[in-house]
Nanobody
Framework: QVRLVESGGASVQAGGSLKLTCTAS????????MGWFRRTPGQGPQDLAT???????TYADSVKGRFTISKDYARNTLDLEMNSLKPEDTAEYFC???????????????????WGRGTQVTVAS
């Protein structure tokens, strides 16, 4: 059982940066896989990045080179550093966790994962 709470969402200008935080209710070192995801009313949820123990990282093509996912073992958080933000990045960002890496496709996300409620990111053009 793990509870996840996202924070850090804000409104920023295109080209700007933002750091999101997902605070977990247990040691993130003990969570095999965690990830960041985003959804919009029209597009639905999509995978952005995952980190699986010990240090296996994956990124979606849309954010590769711009976003960085990491765990902060001292704070028990999953962080997402977002750089070179684009208007297309506007979405609700949420985190997930589980033994298997959480993933979203076809409008749904894995139900055998734990999910946060999300935090809004708005990028102005």
């Amino acid at each position: 059982q793990v509870r996840l709470v996202e924070s850090g969402g804000a409104s920023v200008q295109a080209g700007g940066s933002l750091k999101l935080t997902c605070t977990a209710s247990k040691r993130v070192a003990d969570i095999r896989c965690m990830g960041w995801f985003r959804r919009t009313p029209g597009q639905g949820p999509q995978d952005l990045a995952t980190i699986k123990n010990p240090d296996i990282l994956t990124y979606a093509d849309s954010v590769k080179g711009r976003f960085t996912i990491s765990k902060d073992y001292a704070r028990n958080t999953l962080d997402l550093e977002m750089n070179s933000l684009k208007p297309e990045d506007t979405a609700e960002y949420f985190c997930g966790a589980g033994w298997n890496c959480p993933t979203c496709s076809g409008g749904t996300c894995t139900t055998n994962s734990y999910w946060g409620r999300g935090t809004q990111v708005t990028v102005a053009s």
